[in-house]
């Protein structure tokens, strides 16, 4: 009697369909009656992680991992974008709500270009790159009143940027001076 049980619960299961979570809570959904589990999902609900990357609460992190450029598929909810320590030398993509752009330890030879017309970011950390020069459009926009978050943070040190080049003009919307932070190249 109990190899007759075990037999039809093995059948069942290799019967049965892959379990794709949707919430928290969607272990204790259940098919009434039956006592199966029946929730089935053909594809994972919302965006999805760039490949090696780790992807939790509007933060997407692909540090160290070895790339040469922005992933593709970056969720569009995204605040903080985790990129340092790879070989990315440019960036063409924009992701339009991020906060938070990290960018340090890459092979950046210039500020990204498109930065200074992402209305929401406010950190940007560009330190240990290979960046000579800083326009003053770099970080804001060209148009006044254009830009509706003021930066909170900018790293430039550990490039080969001198200091004294750029233009006062070039930070004219960071929130507070001491917010910034260049030199001390090597």
Known sequence: MKTVIILSLLATVCYSKPFYQKGLFDFMLEDEGSGFDT???????????????????????CSDIGLEQVP???????TLLDLQN?????????????????????????????????????VVYLHNNKIAAVST????????????????????????????????ATFRCVYERSAIQIGNYK
């Open 39 to 61: 929730v089935q999902v053909d594809a994972p609900l919302g965006p999805t992680c760039p490949f090696r990357c780790q992807c939790h609460l509007r933060v997407v992190q």
């Open 137 to 168: 459009n770099d970080f804001c926009p060209v148009g006044y009143n254009t830009k509706k978050a003021s930066y909170t943070g900018i790293s430039l040190f550990s490039n080969p940027v001198q200091y004294w080049e750029i233009q006062p």
């Open 72 to 78: 593709k598929n970056i969720p569009a909810d995204t």
């Open 86 to 122: 790879n070989k990315i030398t440019e960036i063409k993509d924009d992701v339009p709500h991020l906060r938070e752009l990290h960018l340090d330890h890459n092979s950046l030879t210039q500020v990204p270009a498109g930065l200074n017309e992402h209305k929401y970011i406010q």
